[in-house]
Every structure is written in structure tokens, then in C-alpha cells.
């Protein structure tokens, strides 16, 4: 009758040991859902900010020519 016990302890011990395996995947995997989901924010959010960066260059450059031309004249 021990034996029997010890045996579906082991089990119980094993099946609850699974389950816990079981909702840590779900963790993880909800987990890594919202970090791609995340990443793809991030990664959209740099490019904006290139764009933007690129632009503003563009316009300072544009005001240093202007200066530049400004000041050979006088």
C-alpha cells in the first residue's frame, strides 16, 4: 500500500510540476508577444525620428548656405 502511495505522490508531485511548466510557457509566450509587439513600436518610432532628423539637417544646411551667402555679399 506504500508503494502505491509513494507512487501517486510522485505523480500528483509530476502533474503539478507540469502544470506549472504549462502556465510558465503561457508567461513567456504572452511575455514575448508584447516585447515584438514593442520592438515594432520602437523600431517605427526610430524611423520617424531619422526622418524627422534628416529633414531638420536639411533645413539647417539650407539656412548655413543662406548665411554663408548673405555674408560673401556684404
Known sequence: MSDYND??????A???RVDELINT???L???NSSLKNQQENLVNE???LIE????????I???ITRLRAMETRT
Open 46 to 48: 526610430r524611423a520617424i
Open 52 to 59: 524627422k532628423t534628416e529633414h531638420a539637417r536639411g533645413r
Open 29 to 31: 509566450k504572452t511575455e
Open 7 to 12: 507512487k501517486n505522490t510522485d505523480l500528483s
Open 25 to 27: 510557457v503561457n508567461e
Open 14 to 16: 509530476l502533474e503539478e
Open 61 to 63: 544646411e539650407a539656412m
